[in-house]
């Protein structure tokens, strides 16, 4: 693995707490942050001063409402070109399409930018859903026990699972947990990411499901399992939590701690470990930061990567808003 280079920090904001969990860069100019805690969902900032601009999707039941949405992972791998971004609601079981464009330019109401299609119920409990243009969802699910991710064509409604990598003897009701991973895709590039909780490794696949290879960190071996529940143990490392993807690089963030040891450490005791891909599979850099990355995103010119954490003080619920300038090649 290539020796880590501390990210270079260009600026930094504080705003109000939102439970940020998702981030995306959808133009060269603009953030969204998807906030948990707010009656709005979508936080806009500029990318370039880090201030704010606007918030919009309310909680609630309406075609353009939202409550429980998760970003398409293909949002942003496909480039800038597309003005429409597509959330998945688990809750209300519909995709739904936001004219981005159309809202950061304040052109029309909100509700006439946002439009839902529901979704076939093999699609129910999906996550890490990416898009492909002959009508395929790839992606893997919260009930995760046929395989390691699937691929659902629109048409047929038929859904293949791609079989389980690194295969181990596992008893079904563990392996929801054993498997569970990231996945992200780029059409143009022809992969499939898959970026996995508990082993410290990444796989790259076809877009047919093919393995094309993998990289593991450290020998792979079966996670230690929990006698109170059934799932991996939560003292047992978490390597891999977020994945994002640009037309030319996937970006993944390494923890490599257990549960239990991030709940009991402050976020300045756990630092950050973000790995840079290119979609053939080479691994090109290995960036840290101090502090415990909530979540992050990175421009399409792969030049800037922004990130938060939140402040721990009980008095001041506040967000550290982050802009880091990356290697250039």
Same mark, same amino acid.
């Given at each position: 693995m290539l020796p880590p280079e501390e990210m270079l920090l260009e600026q930094e904001e504080y705003i109000n707490e939102g439970c940020y969990f998702d981030m995306l860069c959808v133009n060269d100019s603009t953030l969204l942050?998807?906030?948990?805690?707010?009656?709005?969902?979508?936080?806009?900032?500029?990318?370039?001063?880090?201030?704010?601009?606007?918030?919009?999707?309310?909680?609630?039941?309406?075609?353009?409402?939202?409550?429980?949405?998760?970003?398409?992972?293909?949002?942003?791998?496909?480039g800038y070109q597309n003005d429409t971004?597509?959330?998945? %609601?688990? $809750?209300?079981?519909? /995709?739904?399409? +936001?004219?981005?464009?159309? *809202?950061? #330019?304040?052109? @029309?109401?909100?509700?006439?930018?946002?439009?839902?299609?529901?979704?076939?119920?093999?699609?129910?409990?999906?996550? %890490?859903? $990416?898009?492909?243009? /002959?009508?395929? +969802?790839?992606?893997?699910? *919260?009930? #995760?026990?046929? @395989?390691?991710?699937?691929i659902y064509d629109k048409k047929g409604k038929d859904i293949r699972w791609i079989d389980f990598h690194p295969s181990f003897s596992v008893d079904d009701r563990y392996k929801n947990s054993v498997y569970s991973c990231l996945v992200c895709a780029n059409e143009k590039k022809g992969t499939v990411i898959v970026g996995y909780r508990h082993f410290d490794g990444v796989s790259f696949y076809t877009l047919n499901g093919e393995l094309k290879k993998s990289i593991f960190f450290s020998q792979p071996k079966l996670p230690e399992l929990?006698?109170?529940?059934?799932?991996?143990?939560?003292?047992?490392?978490?390597?891999?939590?977020?994945?994002?993807?640009?037309?030319?690089?996937?970006?993944?963030?390494?923890?490599?701690?257990?549960?239990?040891?991030?709940?009991?450490?402050?976020?300045?005791d756990i630092h950050t470990t973000i790995l840079e891909f290119d979609w053939n599979g080479n691994l090109l850099n290995q960036y840290y930061f101090k502090n415990l990355l909530s979540s992050f995103c990175v421009d399409e010119e792969d030049k800037f990567l922004y990130g938060v954490y939140s402040n721990e003080e009980e008095n001041e619920p506040y967000v550290h808003l982050l802009k880091f300038k990356l290697k250039d090649e």
């Open positions: 942050l998807k906030a948990e805690c707010d009656t709005f969902f979508f936080h806009l900032y500029n990318a370039n001063k880090l201030d704010y601009i606007s918030k919009f999707g309310m909680k609630g039941k309406a075609p353009c409402d939202f409550q429980f949405p998760f970003p398409y992972n293909t949002n942003t791998t496909n971004l597509i959330f998945y %609601d688990m $809750n209300l079981v519909c /995709n739904k399409y +936001i004219n981005i464009s159309n *809202i950061i #330019q304040k052109i @029309g109401s909100i509700s006439n930018n946002i439009r839902q299609e529901y979704v076939d119920e093999k699609l129910f409990y999906g996550k %890490d859903l $990416n898009i492909i243009s /002959n009508g395929k +969802i790839i992606g893997t699910s *919260i009930n #995760q026990q046929k @395989g390691l991710f699937f929990s006698h109170d529940f059934s799932g991996v143990s939560n003292d047992y490392p978490i390597f891999f939590s977020r994945i994002y993807g640009t037309s030319e690089r996937c970006y993944l963030l390494r923890i490599g701690r257990g549960l239990n040891s991030i709940l009991e450490s402050s976020n300045a």
